[in-house]
Every structure is written in structure tokens, then in C-alpha cells.
């Protein structure tokens, strides 16, 4: 039955087949006459028959900017279609691109042109995440203005994007650095502030004593010393902004739980968040019964047992006894080293009113990063100890039921309650009071926020000697970030010293006030730039709900490793923020996350002093590397491209080299995304997808040749063995289907992809000239093929797919042959396919080049060893491997792919 059903596919007459010949030959330009048409090459008329390098340069000249105008077209917003948000981390604009952003940006316009041809509505923006300390030092070495070092390094960096072939939606171009974005971070700072959730307090900062400034972590070297006066460094309690992240730790660890799988990156948030399971309550500190003004958070571990407090402990290294506070010298003349010192500050616990005293710990840490927490002896043996030492009171506020069950007592309204209930029912009570009561862990400080920095957004807070701490009004947004001659100052911001700026009017009473000085951290402004690509036009609000909500939560978000905890965790946060403040409809900004590994130069360093050398510095010419001066062995290993370490390349000069589609395919094929690659171009993957496309083009050229050679195409024709022979390539093309979409689609395996491809393009090899000249199989098969290849090799698939449209007498009529390959829709499998055996074409590779391939059963793909043994029997085995040693045998039941390594 099912070989009846394929071979109905099969039922058109050779008559019916001459008619549709002289039609489409007498069709063809709607005024050719028989005999007068030409093979259609897109630039000259005529099917050039070998891929060489002058040919992958003409094509991809011609189809550079024809690629870009097409994707304009598509690129405007039809909320008829279903949506796809593809978003690759925006970078920082230092003037080049590096191998690393051209994995990233290949990778997001790769999945992008994949969803347009699958019918989606697409958004796939590009902006600069432009804030940050090297234009600031660049202003200070170099005497130049950071706005203009900015905006010139964008447009070089534009440029470079642009000669990648890379098809970003411009229009949507943010860049944080001006005043149209960062007018709306400080919206959302004021939104921060009004709702609590931003303070000021005394934080530690790294202080150059020379220069009089803050450095940032970066700025410290290894030693511990300025990166500009050579000064040590030394820590200093300075007033900082914070924003308290901590309230939405246990809604950030639990909506982990909902995402999809991140490549390990869900495990790492986990693990950074920490267990939530204490809490955090405010403490009002008195001296002799006195307020003094000072407001403490400690950390409980057991919130239900709050109302047994004995003391509230804090370490010696305190902010209390080290920073501005009143306090300061009273504390630390109670100060005794390796000695729980109870002070003559109490504590008021504004929960319930309870007056506890301040003990400075005979420790020098508690657990994790908390440095003030509650003593609670009956629920801590160390509490109970220090509390007994010290002759403090407490209570005990847990009995147990003959049953177990421990009930509340001495705690107030909550008496009676269980255990469980009283936590949500205290720290409910707390939340409602504004004093904590949010679940969070010991890992978890608060977002300090300040940098006592030029170029950054400025904080739109006045400071006002009779009103004190005023945020400046929505309607006089944005605070300007105003010019300056110079960007060093001794002892304070840079921003202190524009005195028109600075001085200021108070928004409350008129008077006479000042300005914040310091800016905020550039991870503020990546935190929400994904929801500005959504509306970045809009002058009246950061965007509007409507478009957020249409194009949130982002379906794939691409971009490196190292900013898996941070600035995912930020980005998370203000998201949670913002849908609790109704702006948006989503609390998860990110549905599917892929982090990609890096691409590692090889490095050569000397062994006796670390350096690292130039290519010019090394002898080559034995067995192994030496200093071409002293003939000393060399430590070789791999690294992240770097400058300094002279292991980098320039993607200009790769480009020019072997072209883009080369480029890309490398990208993609040489290791599964989230692996690093090991840049080797002489034994690695660019030889194969070079070859891969000389292949490709040939494919083309046999079909070109065939359907021109003056014999119509009949599949009538075909011989039993040649019927079989396209029933096969029939079964490879969708088998080839089914598995990269998938790949695209579930894992992002595009390397799988790509090597599925190279599969499909080995079948299409091995045809027979009556083949390619008479069956449909062959020809549908190389369509798909072209149409898959297209969004990873987007200039040589739109040159193919010319010259398949030039083919005469064309069976498939399913596709667009008057539109370009990008504008096809994706293929999709022969509902006939779906019943066949449960079989899988393995893919066979020996040495790592691409061999064949072998219908292997779905049940033994994950049998290493029943794989080899099917694979030795079958004809390819026998050919290639047949008394050959086999070292090894690797498979890759993922990719359905199996490596032999042979001497």
C-alpha cells in the first residue's frame, strides 16, 4: 500500500509532461521564442559552470545589498502572522568587531531568515549598549569627548555589520548613550525609588588615595594597585545607590522552574540566587533610648521565630564601625577582637516593637555575604550560646503538640498558628508594613548601582538641605548628561565640577539644592533595552504595553557565557519589576536562552617570564615552536581571542579571504553552539565548507545541464533500479527536513544542520544522469536543499536558487520561482514520508570528512556498537572501511551521526 501510494505520486503521463514543456519553453520572459532563451544568471544572463573565487565574489557582491533591501521589505510588522523575537545581547561599541561577535550575530541572523521562511513575524534588532569606562578613559588618555568617540566607533562598527551581510532591523536601533533611551532609565529608577525599592547607603568602593577617586573592579590590577597612579588600592565606605534586588530573589529562583532548558545557565542563576528561605526585617537603632537617625536590615534565618530574638549580631567589619555613621566611635571603643561585644545600641525591631541589643560578633564572617543578622537562641545553639555569655533574655516561642505539630506562642497575634502559616502570615505582615519580609537567601546583597563616573546615566535625584533626598519629576526628564572638559576630579564624581548642572533649583520648595553626581552602572541600561527594540520611537513612555506585549516575552535570546548570571539576573529582575508595576503583560523577558562558547586563538608564551608572542617572534621551522631568538620551547595552548595575547583575527581580512557564506557556514558548522571553537583554518572546517559549496554549485550545474540538453523530462521513463535510486533521494530529503528543523527548532544545533545538509548534498552526488534528467525526487530534493541552506549561506543560496528558477521544464510548482530564495516558505515533510519504517539515515564520516550515509533502525541509533556493526555490513562500509584498522568509533545519536578514526 505505502509503495503504491509513492509511486501514485509518480502518475504523470509523459504526454502530459511534453505539453507542460512547450508551455513553460514558450512562457519563458512571457516573449522568448523556442530555441532564443538563455540559462538566467543574475548578473550576466548566462550559468557560470564552476564555483570559483572570482564567482563567490561576484555573487556575493550582487546579492549583498539585493539581500538587505528584500529583508526591509519583510521586516515590517504584520500582527496577522505569529511573532518570533530573535535577540542577540547588543554590544559595546570600542570601534571593532572581534571573531566573538561575528559568532553571535551569524548564529541570530541564521535563526531569524529560519522564521520568516517558516511564516513568522520576525524582530531581530541591533543597538549599542554604549555607556561604560573605555570611551570615559578614552577621553581622559586622549583628550577626546566620549559622545563623539562614541558615536564614531557605532559608525564604524555599523559598517563592519554591514559587509558581514548581517540583516538586523535598524529601524529599531537603540543606543543607551542618548538621551531618547536613557531619558527612560531614569523613568524606571523614579519608578524604582517611588515603589522602595531604591536607596542610598554607605557601600565599600575601591579609592585610589592619589587621585582621589573611585576605580571600578577593572580598574584594579592583579596586584591590587590603580591602573593609572600605581597607587594600592584601598577600600572606602562612600555613599552609594542600591537598588534591593533581594525582595524579588525568591520570585527570580521559582520562575526559574517554568523556562525551558538554558544550557546549564538555569542551574547557575539557581545557584547564584541561593536557598530563599530567610528574610530580611528592619531595625531602628536608639542609643540611651534616643533615635539616632540609622535604620538596620538583619537577616533571619527562621522568620517564624522572630518574636524570640535576643540580639541583633553584626560583624567587626561593619559599615558602622568603619564608615560616616553616628555611631561609629561609640562602637568601636565596645570593640574587642575575637570577642562578642555587646554595645549600648539597641535595636527596635519594627515588626513588633521588641528592643533587642547590637552585639558586634566575635566573627570575622558569617554565612555567605550577610554581615548583620538576628540571634535566635531557640532555634540556634550558637544564638542560645552567645546569648547565655552575654546574660540576654529571650523567649521561647515554639511548643510542640503530642502530635509534633510545633504551634507559635509569646509571638503575639501569630500565637497559635503552625509553623508554616505563621511565615506567610509574618512576613506578609511585614511586606505590608514596608519593613522586609521577602524571601531571600544568605548569597543575595542588594544592586549597588553608583559609579562615581563621568559617562553614564545620570541619577535623577536632588538633594535639598530642607527637603532632603527629591526625585526630580517625571516631566523634566531626562536629566542631561552635560559636557566637560575634564573627566578626572580629586575626591569626587567628575560631575561635581559642572557647576551650572550641579546647582540646582528643588522641585519642592523652590530653594536652592544640588544634583546626584554619581551614574548608574551600564548594567542598568542593558537591563531593559529589550523592551525599548519593542517601541524605540517613543517619546511619551519607555514603550507601549500593547507592542511589548505583542513581541514579549523575546522566543530566543543569544549571547555569551559570561553574562549568564548578572545581567540575566539584572534583566530578570526588571521584568518581575515592571510587570508588577502593570507596564507589561509577561514577568520572564526570555523564553529559550543560547549561550555560545568562544572562539580561542592559539597562544604562544615563554615559558621562563608568561609573555606571550607575536607570530613574528616564533621560529616554525622544526617539529615544534621555538623563540626564534633564544630557541627556547614554547607553552602553546588555546585562548580567547585577545590583543595582548596576539591570538586574535581580524573577521575583515577572513572575509576578504574566503568570503561571507564561507565565514558563516565555519560559524556555524565548526562545533555545536555552546562549545568553543579552536580557530585552526588549516586543519579545521573551512576546507569542508568550502568543498560543501563547490558541491552545491555543481548540483545545479548537472540539473541545468540535464533539462538543456533537448530531451523533455519524463519520470515514466526511469528503469526499476532508477525508481528506486530516486526513491531514495525522495526518503533523504525528508528525512533531511524532518531533522533540521529540529535542529533549528528544538536544539540549535546548526553544526547537525549543516552536516544533515552535506548528507542530503552526498545523495545528490551519486545520481545518475537519467536520474537528474526524469525524476521529481531529484529535483525537489535540490530545491529543499537550497531553500534550507539559505539562511546560513544567504548570498550562494540566492544565486542557486537563480538558477534553478532558469531550469526548463520544472516539476515542483509548490515554491514562489518569480521571488528570491529567502522569500520561500520553509519545506516541510511528505505527509507519505511519516508512514514509512522507522528508520534513520545515519551520517558517515571518516577522519571527519562527510562519506555517505546508512539507513539504520530508529530502535539501535543510541547502540554504538550495533550502529558500526550495521554501517561495516552495509555497501558504503564494505567500500571505504573494508580492511581498513579502525581506531575508533564515535557516534552522536543527536546528530545521527557516526566519526571513524582509521590509521
Not at 575575637?338 to 554565612?367: W, Y
Not at 502530635?403 to 509553623?419: A, H, P, Y
Not at 552526498?762 to 545518475?768: D, M
Not at 564494505?878 to 581498513?884: D, H, K, N, P
Amino acid at each position: 500500500m505505502k509503495l503504491a501510494m509513492w509511486m501514485l505520486r509518480h502518475s504523470t503521463s509523459c504526454l502530459e509532461r511534453r505539453l507542460c514543456g512547450w508551455q513553460s519553453l514558450l512562457k519563458q520572459n512571457g516573449r522568448q521564442a523556442l530555441g532564443c532563451n538563455r540559462n538566467i544568471y543574475s548578473e550576466t544572463g548566462t550559468w557560470e559552470r564552476d564555483y570559483r573565487p572570482e564567482t563567490r565574489k561576484s555573487v556575493e557582491e550582487y546579492w549583498h545589498s539585493r539581500i538587505k533591501e528584500q529583508f526591509q521589505i519583510i521586516s515590517e510588522t504584520d500582527k496577522s502572522k505569529p511573532k518570533c523575537y530573535v535577540l542577540s545581547m547588543f554590544p559595546y561599541p570600542s570601534g571593532k568587531l572581534h571573531m566573538g561577535h561575528v559568532r553571535v550575530y551569524t548564529i541570530s541572523d541564521t535563526m531569524a531568515h529560519f522564521q520568516r521562511m517558516r511564516g513568522f513575524q520576525v524582530l531581530h534588532p541591533m543597538g549599542w549598549d554604549a555607556f561604560g569606562l573605555p570611551a570615559e578613559n578614552a577621553a581622559i588618555e586622549r583628550g577626546l569627548d566620549p559622545e563623539e568617540w562614541t558615536k564614531s566607533n557605532i559608525a564604524h562598527m555599523k559598517e563592519q555589520l554591514h559587509r558581514l551581510g548581517l540583516c538586523f532591523d535598524w529601524n529599531k536601533e537603540v543606543t543607551t548613550s542618548q538621551s531618547d533611551y536613557y531619558k527612560w532609565t531614569q523613568f524606571l529608577f523614579l519608578k524604582l525609588f517611588m515603589a522602595g525599592m531604591a536607596y542610598q547607603k554607605e557601600g565599600l568602593v575601591n579609592w585610589d588615595p592619589v587621585d582621589q577617586t573611585v576605580l571600578a573592579d577593572e580598574q584594579v590590577d592583579e596586584n591590587g594597585c590603580s591602573w593609572r597612579s600605581g597607587a594600592k588600592v584601598e577600600q572606602k565606605y562612600l555613599k552609594q545607590w542600591f537598588i534591593r534586588t533581594t525582595n524579588y530573589a525568591k520570585s527570580l529562583l521559582d520562575a526559574l522552574e517554568g523556562l525551558p532548558d538554558w544550557y546549564g545557565v538555569k542551574e547557575m542563576q539557581a545557584n547564584w540566587i541561593g536557598a530563599c528561605t530567610g528574610c530580611y526585617f528592619d531595625f531602628e537603632l536608639k542609643v540611651n533610648g534616643e533615635k539616632v537617625g540609622e535604620k538596620l536590615a538583619a537577616y533571619a534565618f527562621f522568620p517564624e521565630a522572630v518574636y524570640g530574638a535576643s540580639h541583633l549580631s553584626i560583624l567587626p567589619s561593619h559599615r558602622l564601625l568603619h564608615g560616616d555613621s553616628k555611631l561609629r566611635h561609640l562602637l568601636q571603643e565596645q570593640f574587642v577582637s575575637d570577642t562578642d561585644c555587646r554595645t549600648p545600641v539597641t535595636a527596635v525591631n519594627l515588626l513588633n516593637g521588641q528592643e533587642i541589643p547590637l552585639i558586634i560578633s566575635a566573627k570575622e564572617e558569617f554565612e555567605d555575604r550577610l554581615d548583620t543578622v538576628i540571634g535566635i537562641p531557640c532555634v540556634n545553639p550558637e544564638d542560645s550560646a552567645v546569648a547565655q555569655k552575654l546574660g540576654l533574655q529571650w523567649r521561647e516561642v515554639f511548643e510542640t503538640l503530642p502530635d509534633g505539630t510545633e504551634k507559635l506562642r509569646n509571638s503575639g497575634e501569630f500565637t497559635g498558628l503552625d509553623r508554616r502559616s505563621a511565615i506567610q502570615a509574618i512576613l506578609k505582615h511585614a511586606r505590608d508594613l514596608g519593613i522586609g519580609g521577602h524571601f531571600t537567601s544568605t548569597k543575595m546583597r542588594d544592586w549597588l548601582i553608583s559609579r562615581q563616573r563621568y559617562w553614564g546615566t545620570p541619577i535623577p535625584i536632588i538633594h535639598c538641605p530642607s527637603c532632603g533626598t527629591v526625585p526630580v519629576p517625571y516631566e523634566e526628564l531626562p536629566v542631561p548628561l552635560p559636557k566637560l572638559k575634564s573627566f578626572t576630579a580629586k575626591g569626587t564624581s567628575p560631575l561635581s565640577t559642572a557647576s551650572e548642572w550641579f546647582n540646582c533649583t528643588c522641585p519642592k520648595c523652590k530653594g536652592p539644592a544640588k544634583r546626584e553626581t554619581d551614574t548608574m552602572d551600564t548594567f542598568v541600561d542593558s537591563a531593559w533595552y529589550y523592551y525599548r527594540y519593542t517601541d524605540p520611537h517613543n517619546s511619551q513612555k519607555p514603550f507601549d504595553t500593547v507592542l511589548a506585549d505583542f513581541w514579549m516575552p523575546v522566543d530566543l535570546y543569544i549571547g555569551g557565557k559570561e553574562h549568564a548570571v548578572m545581567h540575566l539576573y539584572y534583566a530578570r529582575f526588571i521584568s518581575h519589576f515592571c510587570n508588577d508595576q502593570n507596564m507589561v503583560k509577561y514577568r520572564e523577558p526570555f523564553h529559550k536562552l543560547l549561550v555560545h562558547g568562544l572562539i580561542k586563538g592559539k597562544t604562544y608564551r615563554l615559558p621562563s617570564n608568561g609573555r606571550y608572542l607575536k607570530n613574528e617572534e616564533i621560529s616554525f621551522s622544526g617539529p615544534d615552536p621555538v623563540h626564534a631568538k633564544t630557541s627556547e620551547k614554547l607553552q602553546i595552548t588555546w585562548e580567547k581571542m585577545s590583543k595582548s595575547k596576539y591570538n586574535g583575527v581580524d573577521p575583515a581580512i577572513v572575509v576578504q579571504q574566503y568570503g561571507i557564506d564561507t565565514v558563516r557556514l565555519y560559524i556555524l558548522y565548526a562545533a555545536p553552539p555552546e562549545q568553543d571553537i579552536l580557530w585552526d583554518i588549516k586543519t579545521d572546517a573551512i576546507p569542508g565548507v568550502l568543498r560543501w559549496q563547490v558541491r552545491l554549485w555543481a548540483l545545479v550545474t548537472k540539473l541545468i545541464d540535464a533539462r538543456n540538453a533537448g530531451v523533455l523530462p519524463c519520470p515514466d521513463l526511469l528503469n526499476e533500479k532508477e525508481t528506486s535510486e530516486a526513491k531514495r533521494m525522495w526518503q533523504s530529503k525528508n528525512y533531511a527536513i524532518s531533522q533540521v528543523t529540529s535542529y533549528l527548532t528544538k536544539d540549535f544545533l546548526l553544526n547537525a544542520a549543516i552536516s544533515r545538509l552535506m548528507g542530503l548534498t552526498n545523495t545528490l552526488s551519486q545520481a545518475t544522469p537519467r536520474v537528474i534528467l526524469h525524476s521529481r525526487e531529484y529535483e525537489e530534493a535540490l530545491v529543499a536543499l537550497c531553500i534550507m541552506m539559505a539562511p546560513m549561506a544567504p548570498h550562494l543560496a540566492s544565486e542557486l536558487w537563480k538558477g534553478l528558477s532558469s531550469v526548463q521544464n520544472k516539476f515542483f510548482t509548490l515554491c514562489q520561482w518569480n521571488t528570491d530564495v529567502l522569500l520561500q516558505q520553509w519545506p516541510s515533510v511528505d505527509p507519505v514520508y511519516m508512514q514509512q519504517p522507522d528508520t534513520v539515515q545515519m551520517i558517515v564520516r571518516i577522519n571527519n570528512k562527510v562519506c555517505g550515509s546508512v539507513n539504520v533502525p530508529q530502535h539501535v541509533v543510541k547502540n554504538a556498537e550495533r550502529v558500526q556493526e550495521l554501517i561495516l555490513q552495509s555497501e558504503l562500509g564494505i567500500r571505504q572501511l573494508q580492511g581498513r584498522p579502525i581506531k575508533r568509533a564515535i557516534l552522536s545519536p543527536r546528530a545521527t551521526l557516526i566519526n571513524f578514526l582509521v590509521e
